[in-house]
């Protein structure tokens, strides 16, 4: 978006949750991307010597935010798989990982802040919804959901993924932020193909709440761009060019224009 990655949004907003570790699963072949996050000592000595300052920032802003690490997935087998497959990059003191999907962007930053504050009163595994029009959920794993003393703070009593619009069991759909508590892992060996014959993290999840593990939602109220097709890609490119000090007067009288002459 403008000059940062989608990967490097996400990762920033991990590390201000508090992450000190990425591990980013992707396909075999596809682990170069880990590399945007190693220094460039020499690179950044020629930017010093030469006084650019602006960009000596931007290219060491990544490298520091956090220690990354790559998950290998052999097979597209589903998000349930993928998740599965950080298991080995677990450490004995990790209680509860948090899975972000990069390309789905929720803003304004900081949700996992307060899923993490409701996963300190609640225990369990904490996700985020977004409160969506009922015609629009089919894409979407849907929460069934009861209230608790928050507004924003639902409890969870079960989840479909990708429902028919009048299966939907509410209009709460995920949007791909979850702070999961460890015991995900052992739920998604058993879990069998779901929606679209694939591995579903929805159907771990499910599992989960059967057993009586605390699953809760904070049901965020701000915007969400989807980056995974480029229909929305262009939109969120747009919208975050608009809303930067350096490009966006200039594109915004430019779109003003181009519009106009459609
Ligand atoms: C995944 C999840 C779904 C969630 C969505 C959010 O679906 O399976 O529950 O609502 O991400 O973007 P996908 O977009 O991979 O089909």
Redesign the pocket.
């Known amino acids: 978006m403008v000059d940062t990655p989608g990967i490097e949004l996400v990762a920033t907003e991990a590390a201000e949750a508090g992450a000190d570790r990425l591990v980013i699963v992707t396909s075999p072949g596809k682990d170069a991307v880990a590399r945007y996050f190693s220094s460039q000592p020499e690179l950044e000595e020629t930017l010093r010597e030469r006084g650019k300052t602006e960009l000596l920032a931007k290219v060491r802003r990544g490298p520091q935010l956090l220690r990354v690490e790559t998950a290998i997935q052999e097979k597209a087998l589903g998000?349930g798989h993928a998740v599965s497959c950080a298991e080995p990059n677990l450490t004995g003191a990790d209680d509860a990982v948090a899975v972000l999907?990069p390309d789905?962007l929720v803003l304004p930053r900081g949700v996992l802040k307060k899923m993490a504050a409701v996963r300190a009163e609640f225990g369990g595994s904490v996700l985020c919804a977004f409160d969506i029009p009922r015609e629009e959920i089919s894409?979407?794993?849907v929460f069934d959901v009861r209230e608790t003393n928050e507004d924003d703070v639902k409890r969870v009593i079960g989840m479909v993924?990708?429902p028919a619009p009048a299966d939907a069991p509410s209009t709460f759909?995920?949007?791909?932020r979850y702070l999961l508590d460890r015991a995900v892992f052992d739920a998604l060996k058993r879990i069998t193909p779901g929606a679209g014959g694939e591995l579903?993290?929805?159907d771990a999840i499910v599992l989960l709440i059967n057993e009586g593990h605390p699953v809760h939602v904070v049901v965020h109220r701000g915007g969400r761009h989807?980056l995974?097709n480029p229909g929305g890609f262009l939109r969120a490119a747009v919208d975050f060019a608009l809303l930067d000090p350096e490009y966006g007067p200039d594109l915004r009288q430019w779109l003003e224009g181009r519009i106009g002459t459609a």
């Open positions: 998000l999907l789905d894409p979407f794993g993924e990708k759909a995920a949007a791909g579903q993290l929805t989807d995974g």
